[in-house]
């Protein structure tokens, strides 16, 4: 076999640089200058698409669904709108919806990515409140309303954050802090007589985060049969 003689080929790169734009080459082989081919090379950003999302929620519970993509959109330079592509995740479960009907702080992720894999991620975070919620600047407080007999009544901060179920949690993530923030209490008259006492609880470090409940005492007596 004999060896096919190799074409030495000219390159007119023009102004072809690393700028946004789109650059005619030409292509000429020496020995034959009617093989001529002209190309364009574009140059693209190559950027991560954007998302935009409401942020943190708050919301009422109820008896319907809560649509995560309502006010969600994404978008890129290169492909435009790519909404379409977004993936969300709740609590690390794929899901666009959240059931209202059960109270909680939710973790929301979304998950974007275009044809160049560029791939962005944003998180929000969504609480259903059953009324045992209040959102402050930086933490969000859950305390619930209890009852005792006299005879469970005891008064130290301690026992009534566990009597109250008092939990903590960061606002930007949702975290459970509970173990690591100071939370005072103010117990009021809270005693071992039938009464319902109003009790005050507040975050130290977020004084923003405060949410009274009731505490009922009540006798605790033995029902009598006629």
């Not at 649509?67 to 899901?95: F, P, Q």
């Not at 009907?101 to 962005?120: C, E, H």
């Not at 609480?127 to 969000?140: E, Q």
């Amino acid at each position: 076999t004999c060896a096919l003689p190799i074409s030495p080929v000219t390159v007119n790169k023009g102004t072809y640089q690393a700028a946004l734009n789109t650059y005619p080459i030409t292509f000429t082989v020496t020995s034959d200058s009617a093989a001529t081919k002209t190309i364009n090379a574009t140059v693209i950003a190559g950027n991560a698409p954007t998302i935009t999302e409401p942020g943190f929620t708050e919301v009422t519970k109820d008896n319907s669904s809560y649509n995560l993509l309502d006010g969600v959109s994404a978008l890129d330079t290169e492909d435009g709108t790519i909404t379409n592509k977004i993936v969300v995740r709740v609590n690390g479960n794929t899901a666009n919806t959240i059931d209202r009907n059960i109270p909680g702080t939710y973790t929301v992720t979304y998950s974007v990515t275009d044809l160049d894999n560029n791939t962005t991620t944003k998180t929000r975070i969504v609480v259903v409140n059953d009324g045992s919620y209040v959102v402050g600047n930086t933490t969000i407080i859950q305390v619930n309303d209890f009852t005792k007999r006299i005879s469970q009544v005891n008064t130290t901060d301690t026992a009534i954050k566990t009597d109250a179920a008092v939990k903590v949690f960061n606002k930007q993530t949702a975290v459970d802090i509970t173990a690591s923030t100071p939370v005072t209490v103010n117990k009021g008259t809270y005693q071992a007589v039938v009464k319902d006492y109003p009790i005050t609880f507040a975050v130290t470090s977020d004084t923003t985060a405060t949410k009274t409940i009731n505490a009922t005492v009540n006798a605790g007596t033995a029902p009598t049969i006629t």
